[in-house]
């Protein structure tokens, strides 16, 4: 890919809908700023309905912003119809034409441009070494799997070398272990071609594994930019938290604060915290605990009684019972480690930076 990479900036942007039912106008997404860096894969993640596919669309040309401005680099695109963006589009279905053999499908968006035969061989040759096809141009698409149709929808994007590739959910069709192995193969690519990506899912595991950076998204609204390991680590609020993984929520209060040193009354038991800066003595706290950040043993932060233990192979699964609070707890590699049986008392031990105070 040799153009200059292209970032996307979103200035306020927001986009109205008007209720089929009721008549009444909502927004599908309101106010959203984002910052998108050349060369950078981004994701937007959230439930169905949070705003993330018609951001995509935004960018791509085929929903306009009722508000707000939304440019391609320097370049305002709120006027320009698709055609004239400099994106591309790898769509949930694939869209691919099944009477065109893989050669053609890629080179399609190339001939519509009327370049000389020579470039477009050369130009389709290289994209589809690039995604693993070569030696397959002759093939029809009827014939290849879900995984090399994906290919082909990616390297038929690619060849148009775009400023922004925009996927929409791209791996849905796919069963598991392909999503898996194909999600790697986009992340590998996209790397490779240097090129900005814009990427929709609502696979936490998805986002996690391709993002430099997450977007997510909440009814419409933005709830937290960050890399993965912000986001997971230090979620904004609950629903974050919650959308990002397994989460424990500790509800308490603050009651005591002194420099770095801070403990939060859990079910009327001291637990040692850091960082609650946002945070006075006597405020309501919720501390969230990672399932894999706590284990159980015989002496700990907070008493508990198992209601759950199940042998997973590579871990073991525990549900207990603190107080009124239900904890998961995910001990890795249990072969070597105490197993606590239904009915045991123990402790659930974390230390101050395991968990992430809200």
């Given at each position: 890919m040799s153009k200059e990479k292209k970032g996307v900036r979103l200035e306020h942007v927001s986009k109205i809908y008007q209720d089929p039912k009721t008549k009444q106008d909502f927004y599908a997404v309101h106010d959203a700023s984002i910052d998108i860096a050349p060369g950078e894969f981004v994701t937007l993640l959230g439930p169905s309905g949070c705003g993330k596919t018609t951001i995509l669309r935004m960018i791509a040309g085929f929903e306009s912003p009722n508000e707000g401005e939304i440019y391609l680099g320097d370049e305002p695109i709120n006027e320009l119809t698709p055609n004239k963006r400099d994106t591309a589009m790898v769509f949930q279905s694939y869209a691919l034409l099944p009477h065109y053999n893989i050669f053609d499908n890629v080179a399609y968006g190339l001939k519509l441009r009327k370049l000389p035969k020579e470039q477009i061989a050369e130009q389709v040759h290289g994209i589809l070494d690039l995604v693993g096809l070569q030696g397959m141009e002759d093939r029809m698409t009827n014939q290849l799997s879900g995984g090399q149709q994906q290919r082909v929808a990616l390297a038929r994007a690619l060849v148009l070398e775009p400023g922004v590739l925009l996927f929409d959910e791209p791996l849905s069709n796919l069963d598991a272990k392909l999503r898996v192995d194909m999600r790697n193969e986009i992340r590998r690519i996209q790397q490779e071609?240097?090129?900005?990506?814009?990427?929709?899912?609502?696979?936490?595991?998805?986002?996690?594994?391709?993002?430099?950076?997450?977007?997510?998204?909440?009814?419409?609204?933005?709830?937290?930019?960050?890399?993965?390991?912000?986001?997971?680590?230090?979620?904004?609020?609950?629903?974050?938290?919650?959308?990002?993984?397994?989460?424990?929520?500790?509800?308490?209060?603050?009651?005591?604060?002194?420099?770095?040193?801070?403990?939060?009354?859990?079910e009327g038991h001291a637990v040692e915290v850091a960082n609650v800066g946002h945070?006075?003595?006597?405020?309501?706290?919720?501390?969230?605990?990672?399932?894999?950040?706590a284990r159980l043993a015989d002496a700990?932060?907070?008493?508990?009684?198992?209601?759950?233990?199940?042998?997973?192979?590579n871990y073991q699964n525990y549900q207990v019972t603190v107080g009124q609070t239900l904890v998961k707890i995910t001990d890795f590699n249990p072969k070597n480690h105490k197993v606590y049986e239904v009915g045991d008392e123990a402790f659930v031990a974390f230390g101050p930076d395991d968990v992430h105070v809200l």
């Open positions: 071609a240097g090129i900005t990506a814009v990427y929709v899912t609502h696979d936490q595991s998805e986002a996690m594994a391709l993002s430099d950076n997450i977007i997510i998204m909440k009814k419409g609204v933005v709830a937290q930019i960050g890399d993965p390991h912000t986001i997971y680590y230090r979620p904004v609020d609950e629903f974050v938290a919650d959308f990002i993984g397994e989460s424990n929520f500790l509800r308490g209060s603050l009651s005591q604060k002194d420099g770095a040193s801070s403990v939060a009354t859990i945070l006075a003595v006597g405020d309501a706290c919720v501390l969230v605990l990672r399932p894999e950040a700990g932060t907070l008493p508990c009684r198992v209601t759950l233990s199940r042998f997973m192979g």
